[in-house]
């Protein structure tokens, strides 16, 4: 019973934020397609952090209106808006209307900003239900979730993209003869993107049978897994029993815990007012650069590099993510000044994406097997140094206490919405960034 309710609680997981990661993984098929190109990154991650509406009412609904508020009926809800959410995608993410004399992906937008309702909600509501299961399950939980970017990576890894290729075509007529130009042409990748967004759905579907099965569960192994621990009731009877108990072997466990009790506080205390700002700025930049700034411009820093290097970098940022995850599990640096030092780190990978974005369609080493390669490492170090930072900085501040993790998760928003509306505002209204065409476009050597 124990194994099975392992797999549930991780396929359970698995539709925490599939939805999401299943899009950024999917993006470099899909620029080629919808009239935005290169800005559409810009785009989904404003739609992405305006999505975030959907836990605030949640919180406020908690708040407001205690136990007013069915958590299950919640769950069921946006797991089924997602199921049918990836299925609609699958059949009009490429279909536009015009809007203000332009082509746009209306449909593909507004699908988007469901599902990110649905994986932005999921974090205020699969976590408190997994709350009422042995933490020992919580633990497979969140592996499940880890999952969830983990999984499209490796398929849209499997899925391939289309290699481009330059072919010669002919405009005008007989009379005034034929005018030959050069467009790209890409090839098909080894299945299709339709086909992509109905494995989303299917896996949503897992992730809602496995939520359906958790409820219908006997909770007999629950009792097993509490028969195992103490009960404190009974110690704390046994003790008052027996007092001669404390001056043996309880009253030094007493005395151990008490001094243990005190190096906690003293741990969590020992932050200056300068560390918890240096703390918390952290928490903002970090944000930032991985939830706005340089997912906005990947286009901008791969495409010049081919269709292959966007795919990669894309795909393997997003392995990168749950692998970082669980490095901090086994390798736990809480060192401010290593922290520091990481972010600066992960900075200088990210500031040399931004570079080669700011200076597309013709960055350096453009056409070379060194440039392609080096484009793809760094944005894999970049997610995997600042993701560790994350989730360091988020242990610090959970030990610290319940309001510091709170702010924390103020914080991380703030970051994330100041740096994609920076980005939005800078891709779409300054055109900072120039696209570029793989075979029309023309860079000095």
Same mark, same amino acid.
């Given at each position: 019973m124990a194994l099975l309710v392992h797999l549930l609680a991780c396929a359970f997981g698995l539709g925490s934020w599939l939805a999401v990661n299943g899009l950024w993984v999917e993006l470099p098929l899909i620029v080629n397609t919808l009239p935005e190109g290169w800005e559409l990154p810009s785009y989904l991650t404003v739609i992405i952090q305006a999505a975030n509406i959907g836990p605030l009412l949640v919180t406020l609904m908690h708040k407001l209106c205690p136990g007013r508020i069915k958590e299950k009926v919640v769950i069921y809800s946006i797991l089924s808006i997602g199921i049918v959410s990836c299925v609609l995608l699958a059949f009009f993410w490429d279909k536009t209307t015009i809007v203000a004399g332009a &082509?746009? &992906?209306?449909?593909?937008?507004?699908?988007?900003?469901?599902?990110?309702?649905?994986?932005?909600?999921?974090?205020?509501?699969?976590?408190?239900?997994?709350?009422?299961?042995?933490?020992?399950?919580?633990?497979?939980?969140?592996?499940?979730?880890?999952?969830?970017?983990?999984?499209?990576?490796?398929?849209?890894?499997?899925?391939?993209?289309?290699?481009?290729?330059?072919?010669?075509?002919?405009?005008?007529?007989?009379?005034?003869g034929d005018m030959w130009s050069m467009h790209t042409v890409y090839l098909p990748p080894n299945f299709s993107t339709e086909v992509f967004f109905f494995f989303l759905a299917l896996m949503m579907c897992v992730s809602l049978a496995a939520f359906i099965a958790l409820n219908r569960l006997?909770?007999?192994?629950?009792?097993?897994?509490?028969?195992?621990?103490?009960?404190?009731?009974?110690?704390?009877?046994?003790?008052?029993?027996?007092?001669?108990?404390?001056?043996?072997?309880?009253?030094?466990?007493?005395q151990a815990e008490g001094e243990a009790q005190s190096k906690l506080l003293q741990a969590r205390s020992k932050h200056s007012v300068y560390q918890m700002t240096f703390i918390y700025f952290l928490v903002v930049w970090v944000n930032a650069a991985t939830n706005g700034l340089l997912p906005s411009v990947q286009t901008y820093s791969c495409m010049p590099y081919g269709n292959l290097a966007y795919h990669l970098s894309a795909t393997l940022s997003s392995l990168a993510n749950p692998l970082a995850c669980t490095i901090a599990m086994f390798f736990q640096k809480?060192?401010?000044?290593?922290?520091?030092?990481?972010?600066?780190?992960?900075?200088?990978?990210?500031?040399?994406?931004?570079?080669?974005?700011?200076? &597309?369609?013709?960055p350096l080493l453009q056409g070379s097997a060194v440039?392609?390669?080096?484009?793809?490492?760094?944005?894999?170090?970049?997610?995997?140094?600042?993701?560790?930072?994350?989730?360091?900085?988020?242990?610090?501040?959970?030990?610290?206490?319940?309001?510091?993790?709170?702010?924390?998760?103020?914080?991380?928003?703030?970051?994330?919405?100041?740096? &994609?509306?920076?980005?939005?505002?800078?891709?779409?209204?300054?055109?900072?960034?120039?696209?570029?065409d793989f075979c029309n476009t023309k860079c000095p050597l």
């Open positions: &082509s746009r &992906s209306t449909a593909f937008f507004l699908i988007t900003y469901f599902l990110s309702l649905v994986d932005c909600t999921s974090s205020v509501t699969f976590l408190p239900f997994m709350m009422q299961l042995p933490a020992k399950y919580v633990t497979t939980y969140f592996i499940g979730e880890g999952l969830s970017g983990f999984i499209p990576g490796v398929v849209a890894l499997a899925q391939g993209v289309g290699i481009a290729k330059c072919v010669n075509s002919s405009e005008g007529n007989h009379t005034s006997p909770r007999t192994y629950e009792l097993s897994t509490e028969n195992l621990v103490p009960d404190p009731v009974a110690s704390v009877s046994s003790g008052l029993d027996n007092p001669g108990a404390e001056t043996d072997g309880e009253g030094v466990k007493c809480r060192s401010l000044v290593f922290l520091g030092a990481l972010t600066v780190l992960g900075t200088g990978f990210g500031s040399y994406n931004m570079a080669m974005a700011a200076m &597309s369609p013709c440039g392609e390669t080096l484009i793809v490492l760094l944005w894999l170090f970049f997610t995997g140094t600042l993701t560790y930072v994350k989730v360091m900085v988020g242990v610090i501040l959970r030990d610290r206490s319940h309001i510091a993790l709170v702010w924390c998760g103020a914080a991380s928003q703030m970051g994330s919405l100041v740096g &994609s509306v920076i980005m939005f505002v800078l891709v779409n209204e300054h055109k900072l960034f120039k696209s570029g």
